[in-house]
Structures are given as structure tokens and as C-alpha cells.
């Protein structure tokens, strides 16, 4: 099984920028795909970025291509989420997950973290 911890969520200014980091633990890291999620009130969580074991291949939405970059140091079992240019729109809980397979890692991945609130003040 794998457990993720989340951590950098916070309050940042329009425009400005944040680094999400999450940390994976387990018996084995070998092989897992990881992904961010992220879920404002009222809304249904939505796929952000995901990135493969080897780092070859990386996924973003739309709305976040070219502001955000995943990520992952398999040597430190963590995979990161650098925010830039943020604005409002941005704001929600930030969501770590984890899977061996490509198909559900932007869809339903198997394992997920506790979330991190991102807010972005105008």
C-alpha cells in the first residue's frame, strides 16, 4: 500500500506562486504513477497534472497548462506541484494521488492524500 502526505498549501496573492510537495510511503514506490487533483466547494473534483514512473510522460488541464509543472524525485519518493501566476480561479483543495496504471490516475486513482486547502486572495 502506499500513504501520501501533503504539504505547502497556504494563502498566496494573485500572481504569485506556490510549491505543493507530497510524500509517499510504503512497502514498495516502485512503478506508481502520480497525480493532482483539486476540488473547490460546490464543484467536482477535477483532474490537474499527472506525471508516469519514468518522467516521460506528464499530463495538465487546460486550465492550468503553462502556469503549473509536476514533478517527482523517485530517490526521495515525492512528486511536487509548482503553482505560478495564480489567481483566484485557482483556489481549492489540492489533492495527491497515486496509481500503477495510467488510465485511472487522471480518472479514479486507487490512492489519494488528505488534501491541502490552496486559497489565492484577489
Known amino acids: 500500500q502506499v500513504q501520501l502526505v501533503e504539504s505547502g498549501g497556504g494563502l498566496v496573492q494573485t500572481g504569485g506562486s506556490l510549491r505543493l510537495s507530497c510524500a509517499a510511503s510504503?512497502?514498495?514506490?516502485?512503478?506508481?504513477?502520480l497525480g493532482w487533483f483539486r476540488q473547490a466547494p460546490g464543484k467536482e473534483r477535477e483532474f490537474v497534472a499527472a506525471?508516469?514512473?519514468?518522467?516521460?510522460?506528464?499530463y495538465y488541464a487546460d486550465s492550468v497548462k503553462g502556469r503549473f509543472t509536476i514533478s517527482r524525485d523517485n530517490s526521495k519518493n515525492t512528486v511536487y506541484l509548482q503553482m505560478n501566476s495564480l489567481n483566484p480561479e485557482d483556489t481549492a483543495v489540492y489533492y495527491c494521488?497515486?496509481?500503477?496504471?495510467?488510465?485511472?490516475?487522471?480518472?479514479?486513482?486507487?490512492?489519494w492524500g488528505q488534501g491541502t486547502q490552496v486559497t489565492v486572495s484577489s
Open positions: 494521488a497515486a496509481d500503477l496504471r495510467l488510465t485511472t490516475i487522471q480518472r479514479n486513482p486507487r490512492y
Open positions: 510504503g512497502s514498495t514506490f516502485t512503478g506508481y504513477h
Open positions: 506525471i508516469n514512473w519514468s518522467k516521460i510522460s506528464i
